[in-house]
């Protein structure tokens, strides 16, 4: 077990190295740089840029070197400093940016991914146990309509309904008057009241998918000889469908943790902006946008490294959970 | 068991008019159709016929292990625990604590497929000392101590370290050596074994089914054999109980039923055995035709397409009743019904 951990965590170094310089390579692919963005955006307001000006900005940033040097300068300092780079538009260290917004993000993420396990298991267990039934239908129906709206357009419903009926806003994860308070109960509380509604949204569709892959798995295993077995050793109903069929319907789940935390990430960029959430995303788009290549990078990055370990996680959970993958 | 008079208390369970029907879209299909048999305490008894005779929609029966759309229709299923003891399991609410009590612990079952019949995500030992903790008040050691030497009873080498392997560590034989430990790990009256040489090859079969023989004279359990194979049936077996479309139509001691068959299906399916020295110019003597469409039952006797003896103009329109020959032997046939019966 500690060997194959080993092993993964090993295996996960060239890959990382490879999704660095892919993504890397990817911010660079459209034309132009920061730069150009930087010279639009003064000759819009009617200021001139001289070739001077210009020349040094490039030095400043370091624009002009090839871009396996670039390359080689950020990762060094990443690895070395733990230094991101710089934002361009913001002018700040893209470590100042990024890490209250990856908190938040990751703990937004956490949340929901428990939340809809939770909910996807037991209205997955409920509907196969219960197949055909008005319950079951109704677990469909409802599982179909969340997988179809699109999320956004759920935010913005319910960010209308709570304005038009509770005279609330429950855009952001604060309201007004704790914004920029030092943390206190007070905060904790408010912090919460917010914290539902983006998990419930960013939830829906991934909890009605996984409530089909929940009641598909569980229906595949329910009739299998060892259900059987357990039944005529006399293992009652409510424990014996836990213990045996569902423990095996539970493998894809854990699977896709792996893609689950990546996607949560950058999936929820729209929602993000919608509810104002100070999440990654909304920062992400705007840097790629801009060119802003160091803070878009480290956000690539980032969202890689967090791909590579959900996949480690989901492997180490897989091999806990089956003893087939643990002792093969 | 040989004589041939048998008092009411040797009776371990008594089946009377049991039908057991599927409802699927396409209709109804009568897999057991008023089926009357008796298990005699600690006595073998075989249950044969082709595939789709309802064999072991009978036996899954008995436990009320049918699922839906099956069903048990009508009939009772009477256990005789001993004494006065007497339950009618067809008549007991699914999953109540009743039910549950007498599976494992009163009739066990083994089946078909020892390779998954396991469950793959617990350890032997955890699925055997679930079953001893269910029906025996005992601690957690003393369940395991029971289980490993229940394994050592059907003859797995090394017990304590096999407690803790998982299935998918154990070969088929083992396996179903594993199911048959369990099965007998609470003591049970009666163990049902649906098919379990089936899956296995021909050496591993004759262990397993000589394994079966030796325990059943250690523990004196009786033995359900449901089967195809009628070489194990001789081996095996006291009594016999043919069953066609989901009907008994004969049933007696294994002597009669191999010297003296009655019921032309009986007579046809010996003859299929294919036999050394006794080949008729090298051919195989297969049954006539093949077992109906489920959906669409002959009408009169159900086997009268295929029977060779058939009495044109009544076994279309009449359905035989069952006929008594002698105390121990019965079949369901019309050359055997009294001209008024």
Not at chain 2, 57 to 77: D, K, M, N, Y
């Amino acid at each position: 077990m500690l060997q194959y951990i080993l092993q993964r965590v090993l295996l996960m170094i060239p890959t990382l190295f490879g999704i660095s310089l892919l993504s890397f390579g990817i911010i660079q692919l459209p034309p132009g740089d920061y730069l150009t963005f930087y010279v639009a955006e003064l000759s819009a307001q009617g200021e001139e840029v001289s070739e001077a000006m210009l020349a040094q900005l490039e030095r400043q940033y370091g624009l002009g070197r090839p871009w396996y040097v670039q390359y080689f300068l950020w990762v060094r300092n990443i690895i070395t400093k733990g230094d991101f780079g710089r934002s361009f538009t913001w002018n700040k260290p893209v470590n100042d940016l990024i890490w209250d917004r990856v908190g938040y993000t990751m703990m937004i993420t956490l949340l929901t991914v428990v939340f809809v396990w939770i909910v996807a298991l037991l209205i997955g267990k409920y509907a196969a146990t219960h197949q055909y039934s008005p319950g079951d239908y109704i677990a469909t129906f409802v599982g179909f309509i969340g997988l179809a709206v699109p999320n956004f357009l759920l935010a913005l419903l319910l960010l209308y309904y709570s304005l038009k009926f509770f005279g609330l806003s429950p855009a952001g994860l604060f309201s007004p008057e704790y914004q920029d308070a030092p943390w206190s109960v007070g905060k904790w509380i408010d912090f919460l009241s917010h914290l539902w509604i983006p998990i419930v949204i960013l939830g829906t569709a991934g909890t009605a998918g996984s409530i089909r892959i929940m009641r598909a798995n569980l229906l595949d295993e329910l009739h299998k000889p060892y259900v059987i077995t357990a039944r005529a050793k006399g293992v009652p109903e409510r424990t014996l469908i836990w213990r045996y069929p569902v423990r095996v319907a539970l493998n894809p789940f854990i699977s896709t943790v792996g893609w689950t935390l990546p996607e949560l990430v950058s999936g929820s960029v729209i929602v993000s902006v919608v509810l104002n959430l100070p999440t990654t995303g909304p920062l992400l788009l705007g840097a790629l946008l801009q060119q802003d290549m160091f803070l878009a990078g480290s956000f690539i990055l980032l969202v890689s490294v967090l791909t590579v370990i959900g996949t480690l996680i989901s492997d180490i959970l897989l091999a806990w959970l089956d003893p087939r993958i643990r002792l093969s | 068991m040989s004589d041939n008079h048998r008092t009411d208390s040797d009776i371990l369970l008594d089946i009377r008019g049991l039908k057991t029907y599927f409802h699927l879209d396409e209709g109804t299909v009568r897999a057991v159709d008023g089926v009357d048999f008796t298990v005699p305490r600690g006595t073998t008894i075989g249950i044969v016929g082709e595939s789709g005779c309802g064999k072991s929609v009978t036996a899954f029966s008995i436990l009320q292990l049918v699922e839906r759309p099956g069903r048990i229709e009508e009939g009772s299923i009477v256990l005789n625990t001993g004494g006065q003891n007497r339950v009618d399991i067809a008549a007991l609410e699914h999953d109540s604590e009743e039910l549950r009590q007498i599976r494992g612990k009163d009739i066990a079952m083994i089946f078909q497929e020892p390779m998954t019949s396991l469950s793959m995500m617990y350890t032997v030992g955890f699925q055997m000392a679930e079953a001893i903790r269910l029906h025996m008040d005992v601690s957690k050691e003393e369940a395991r101590d029971r289980a490993i030497e229940m394994l050592q009873a059907v003859g797995i080498p090394r017990p304590e370290q096999r407690f803790d392997a998982y299935p998918f560590e154990l070969s088929g034989g083992m396996r179903q050596r594993v199911m048959i430990a369990m099965a007998l790990s609470c003591d049970p009256m009666l163990l049902i074994a649906d098919e379990p040489t089936t899956a296995l090859d021909v050496t591993t079969q004759a262990q397993i089914l000589e394994l079966m023989q030796r325990l059943q004279e250690e523990f004196g359990m009786a033995i359900m054999l449901i089967t195809h194979d009628l070489g194990v049936v001789a081996e095996m077996c006291s009594e016999v109980v043919v069953m066609y479309l989901g009907e008994v139509v004969e049933q007696a001691d294994v002597d009669t039923i191999f010297h003296n068959p009655q019921h032309p299906y009986t007579q046809a399916l010996l003859e299929s055995i294919p036999r050394l020295g006794h080949s008729h110019e090298g051919r195989l003597n297969p049954i006539l035709g093949s077992v109906p469409d489920p959906y669409h039952r002959p009408s009169g006797c159900p086997f009268h397409p295929r029977c060779t003896q058939v009495i044109t103009g009544r076994c279309e329109t009449v359905h035989p009743e069952i006929s008594q020959l002698d105390p121990r032997h019965t079949v369901r046939c019309l050359l055997h019904e009294e001209p008024h019966g």
